[in-house]
Nanobody
Framework: HVQLVESGGGSVQAGGSLRLSCAAS????????MAWFRQAPGKEREGKER??????????RISYAGFAEGRFTITREKDKLYLQMDSLKPGDTGTYYC?????????????????WGQGTQVTVS
C-alpha cells in the first residue's frame, strides 16, 4: 500500500520561503517519477485538474512549470521528495500535493500519476 505524506506547508508573507517535504512508503524505490502539484482555492470544485509544479524523474531529470522556474527547487533523496519555494507570491497560495507514478516515464499531467498525498496548505499574503 503506497503512502505519501506531505509536510512543511504554512502561512508566509509575499517574498518569503517555505520548504515542503514528502515521505513515500509502501513500494520499492526504483527510480519512479515523483512530482509536486498544486491546486488553487476553489479550483477543485470547478473540476480543474491539479497544476504541475515540478517533476523529478528517476534518473535525475527535473522539469519545472514556468511559474516555478527560478523560484522553486525540487530535490529528491530516494523515496523522499522536497520542494524549496522562495520568493513566494500570493498567487502561489493553494494546496500542494506530492505524487508518484509507478510506470515508466515522467509526465506533467495529474491524471498520469498513480498515488497522491493528502496535501499541505500554503498561504501567501
Amino acid at each position: 500500500h503506497v503512502q505519501l505524506v506531505e509536510s512543511g506547508g504554512g502561512s508566509v508573507q509575499a517574498g518569503g520561503s517555505l520548504r515542503l517535504s514528502c515521505a513515500a512508503s509502501g513500494y520499492t524505490y526504483n527510480r519512479n517519477c515523483m512530482a509536486w502539484f498544486r491546486q488553487a482555492p476553489g479550483k477543485e470544485r470547478e473540476g480543474k485538474e491539479r497544476e504541475r509544479v515540478a517533476t523529478y524523474g528517476g534518473y535525475g531529470r527535473i522539469s519545472y512549470a514556468g511559474f516555478a522556474e527560478g523560484r522553486f527547487t525540487i530535490t529528491r533523496e530516494k523515496d523522499k521528495l522536497y520542494l524549496q519555494m522562495d520568493s513566494l507570491k500570493p498567487g502561489d497560495t493553494g494546496t500542494y500535493y506530492c505524487a508518484v507514478r509507478l510506470n515508466s516515464g515522467c509526465p506533467i499531467r495529474a491524471r498520469d500519476f498513480d498515488y497522491w498525498g493528502q496535501g499541505t496548505q500554503v498561504t501567501v499574503s
